[in-house]
């Protein structure tokens, strides 16, 4: 089996798209393993920006087939809309969504929006999209609907009225107004778009796999927002990390040849939770306006830090990274100084170099800084010897304390500003 993995390495936003539609030119299979359309994936290639939030960034290569995975939840007018698009490019490429995806409801949208202006709840900044509450609905098993049940419309109505009336208590508690006839009649001619899409995706992948094709496994969001091992309660409602890969598409372990890790050469975050690194002052800003740091899903601004190295390491032993994708290095460039945050400082004194599990802890770290020379502002052009020394040095720096080697330096959005080391 020949399985790859890229994953976020961050709080999401590395430029994992940007990644996978390079890796996708030797992949026969992208497949999109967990979250939903809280994801926002940016492919740049020549003048055309591409923003996706569900179908795999791979399907922009010629003759890819496309998978959504049954670790997804997904908005069906959302997935409508992007394959549309997709299907007016027609360039050979197909794509298949796991019968064993879940389906995001309106009223998970609803409740979604009521958790966070609900009072004495400390708000998580979440992009709104309902997947908080689809994935609590996957948990509870009982009001869950999968792409299963999209496959006839009887059995689509069946299921959307019986979860329906189990959840009218909380219909009633938080506002939701929407009646079965009003939900089934915005959703039903979504279901017939794309029940031809629903397969069993796990015994596809298998027989992919076996049969020798190349499988690009592509996460969403990043290691910091993990359901488990992220900045807890200030993260999404899944697992980014490599235990998603594989729950979300039934893809064994064994069959990973590499896990790529996407970071940024700084951090950025949007939402709330802690961020050690950020800075509130003219380098934030720079790197802010310079990065174009806006959300791809929700246009927030996103806060902007320096590479924080404690959280990078921790990122890199759980996912079990074999190398790194370096993305954004032409956002430093015009900066005297840059810095790295090499450990943190805790209030009682000590200094640890573990990324603390405990949010509280983490909240109240100080980082230890390392300090490297900037270099120049002028544009980078995607070749190693032609980078300036100091940008080089810096790459060499970071794969030295992360413990893993950089493969692949990103100088730009666009699809050929890469350099493969
Ligand atoms: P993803 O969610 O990890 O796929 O990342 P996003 O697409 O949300 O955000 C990354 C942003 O950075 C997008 O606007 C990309 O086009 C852009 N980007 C990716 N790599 C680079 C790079 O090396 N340099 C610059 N300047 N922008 C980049
Ligand atoms: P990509 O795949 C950045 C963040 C939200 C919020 C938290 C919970 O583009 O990297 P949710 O809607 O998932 O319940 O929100 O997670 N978040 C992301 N931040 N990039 C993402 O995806 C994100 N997906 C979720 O901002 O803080
Ligand atoms: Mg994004």
Redesign the pocket.
Known sequence: MAVSVVL?LQ????G??KIVDYYSASADVVVRAT??N????TVVIGDKTYKL?LLPSGLFQDNKTGVLGNGMVIDLQVLCKELAEFEARSNGSKVFISGKAHVIMPWHKHF?AAGETASGIKK?????????PCYEAKANRSSAIRFYDLTSGERFEKKVQEVYNLLKPRFEQTGFTLSVAQILAELEPLREKLAPFVIDSTNFLLNCAESGKEILIE????AL?DFDHGTFP?????N?TIGGAFTGTGLPHSGVEKVIGVTKAYT??????PFPTKLIDADGDYLQSKGAEF????G?K?DCGWLDVVALRYAVKINGVSELALTKLDVLGGLEKIKVATSYALPNGSVTSDFPEDTAVLAGVEPVYAEFNGWGNESLLPEWEKLPVNARSYVGEIEKLAGVPVKLVSVGPERTQTIAL
Do not use: M, Y
Not at 124 to 132: A, E, L, S, Y
């Open positions: 976020g709080w999401g936003d590395e994992k798209g979250g939903g809280n994801a926002g994936h939030h979604d998580i900044g979440t992009t709104g999209r309902g997947i908080g996460g969403a969001q990043g927002l200030f993260v999404t409602s899944s980014p950025t975050r949007v939402g709330s939770g959300g791809t899903t929700t927030r996103r």
